[in-house]
């Protein structure tokens, strides 16, 4: 299988899991029920799934007032930017 295709599909899973994660946390949050821990979300956005957690964020509107949410989950995604275009793309364009 090709590597881009593996990664592409790992990406896509992580960010359905990131978004996904966010609304089930708001819907616990509405129902005062045990929530998933802030960590979670972030070790999640962390591991790919950081546009999946922003689009999440906005779409449920949960923890879109969240200071460390507002600031961390953008930058995340421009330290994943920034390492995918430093590291990445050149490994594709030597190949």
Do not use: C
């Not at 090709?2 to 790992?10: A, D, E, G, K, R």
């Not at 949050?29 to 962390?46: G, H």
């Not at 790919?48 to 200071?67: D, E, L, N, W």
């Amino acid at each position: 299988m090709n590597t881009s295709l593996i990664f592409f599909m790992y990406l896509l899973l992580v960010n359905i899991v990131a978004f996904s994660l966010m609304g089930i946390d708001k819907r616990k949050a509405k129902k005062n029920k045990y929530r998933i821990p802030e960590k979670n979300l972030f070790l999640w956005a962390i591991a790919g799934g950081s546009v999946g957690s922003i689009a999440g964020m906005y779409f449920f509107h949960h923890k879109t007032r969240h200071p460390s949410f507002q600031i961390g989950m953008p930058l995340i995604l421009l330290v994943q930017i920034y390492v995918f275009i430093r590291f990445l793309i050149p490994l594709y364009v030597l190949s």
